[in-house]
């Protein structure tokens, strides 16, 4: 019986010895293991961008701001139209280490704002600035403006000005990659995150896993009652605007001496369609440019024509390319293209069936 169970004993340990074999050779890539992905340093990532992110104060309420770019002398801050406004004498901005705000037309210069996207610039004087320039990041560096949504469940964290007590991190991950979302009287394409942006945070950036900014805070779905005193409570649904449209509405405003950012006027509306009992959410973009208007239907990387004005096109007809480049996937990437664009130029859109242009 002893030795029986010894038997035993030794082919289980060899079952086992095989089976750890086996699977550390799936794991091998050129004959390397492939070791366990790291956890995230968010303590890292907050002091890298520690020095970049910025208090506001408009009269007695308070904002963030975040350096987009610094060459030494000034820094380059985008921040929340709702925040600061567009009166660069009433705007005082507070860096990392300092107790006082700098502020006076002296020292602060409106770039623009965007009223629609919610969006706006100062440029402050602030000699020895140590923000990092996120335009052009140092080579090998995390740090920089990302391009394109980040998947959903992605980690991240805002550092804002949480109710006006400093600037603090609130972690929390992607929940929504992409949504087209009512805030502050316009529909546009807004992230979402579970990463508390409380009264004070607009304006913060929103910084991933990796260490790249994927976006400004604008602020948090808000609780509502109903007509019978009923509370609904919402939590985490918090907004959060798309780098690539902050860094296009940028290079418009500092490309321009006017106050308002001048662009091609885009918009959108949501809405849903039901289809054999089956109920989808219809995303549309409208486009207008002196007496020529036009609707788009959104689907990744296509639109299609669903009605026009002052122009002779087909309805229905399906467009992938946007002044002469590919559609991209998201409502986001293509609304900076449109942004980019310049808006007493060409518009045009074409498809196999021609093109259409405003």
Same mark, same amino acid.
């Given at each position: 019986m002893c030795i029986k169970r010894k038997n035993r004993i030794f082919a289980v340990i060899i079952s086992v010895i095989i089976a750890l074999t086996a699977s550390l050779l799936s794991?091998?890539?050129?004959?390397?293991?492939?070791?366990?992905?790291?956890?995230?340093?968010?303590?890292?990532?907050?002091?890298?961008?520690?020095?970049?992110?910025?208090?506001?104060?408009?009269?007695?309420? *308070?904002?963030?701001?975040?350096?987009?770019?610094?060459? /030494?002398?000034?820094?380059?801050?985008?921040?929340? *139209?709702?925040?600061?406004?567009?009166?660069?004498?009433?705007?005082?901005f507070k860096f990392n280490g300092e107790n006082n705000f700098v502020g006076g037309t002296e020292n602060v210069t409106l770039l623009g704002y965007d009223v629609k996207f919610d969006v706006a610039f100062y440029r402050v004087q602030k000699p020895g600035c140590k923000a990092r320039n996120l335009l052009t990041p140092a080579e090998n560096s995390v740090e920089g403006l990302r391009s394109g949504i980040s998947p959903e469940g992605t980690k991240v964290i805002a550092m804002g000005n949480s109710m006006g007590r400093g600037i603090a991190a609130f972690d929390g991950i992607v929940s929504v990659s992409e949504e087209i979302e009512l805030f502050g009287g316009y529909y546009k394409p807004l992230l979402r995150v579970t990463a508390a942006l409380n009264g004070g945070s607009s304006g913060a950036p929103v910084i991933d896993e990796s260490g790249k900014v994927i976006g400004m805070g604008v602020g948090r779905h808000k609780s509502s009652v109903d007509g019978a005193g009923n509370v609904t409570v919402v939590t985490d649904m918090n907004y959060v605007?798309?780098?690539?449209?902050?860094?296009?509405?940028?290079?418009?405003?500092?490309?321009?001496?006017?106050?308002?950012?001048?662009?091609?006027?885009?918009?959108?509306?949501?809405?849903?369609?039901?289809?054999?009992?089956?109920?989808?959410?219809?995303?549309?973009?409208?486009?207008?440019?002196?007496?020529?208007?036009?609707?788009?239907?959104?689907?990744? /990387?296509?639109?299609?024509?669903?009605?026009?004005? /002052?122009?002779?096109?087909?309805?229905?007809?399906? *467009?992938?390319?946007?002044? /002469?480049?590919?559609?991209?996937?998201?409502?986001?990437?293509?609304?900076?293209?449109?942004?980019?664009a310049d808006s007493g130029g060409t518009l045009e859109f074409w498809g196999e069936s021609g093109s259409l242009i405003l």
């Open positions: 794991a091998c890539d050129n004959g390397e293991v492939t070791p366990p992905p790291a956890e995230t340093d968010f303590s890292s990532i907050f002091a890298l961008y520690a020095d970049n992110v910025t208090e506001i104060a408009v009269g007695n309420t *308070y904002g963030t701001g975040f350096v987009i770019s610094c060459d /030494g002398e000034s820094a380059d801050i985008a921040t929340c *139209y709702h925040v600061a406004g567009s009166d660069p004498a009433a705007v005082r605007t798309p780098a690539e449209i902050v860094l296009a509405l940028y290079k418009k405003a500092v490309s321009s001496d006017k106050a308002e950012i001048v662009r091609p006027d885009v918009s959108f509306t949501r809405g849903y369609v039901t289809e054999d009992n089956v109920t989808r959410e219809e995303v549309t973009v409208k486009l207008s440019k002196g007496d020529k208007r036009v609707e788009f239907v959104w689907s990744g /990387g296509m639109v299609t024509l669903k009605s026009c004005e /002052g122009l002779s096109a087909v309805t229905g007809a399906e *467009y992938n390319k946007f002044n /002469g480049k590919t559609l991209p996937s998201s409502v986001s990437g293509l609304t900076a293209m449109i942004i980019e």
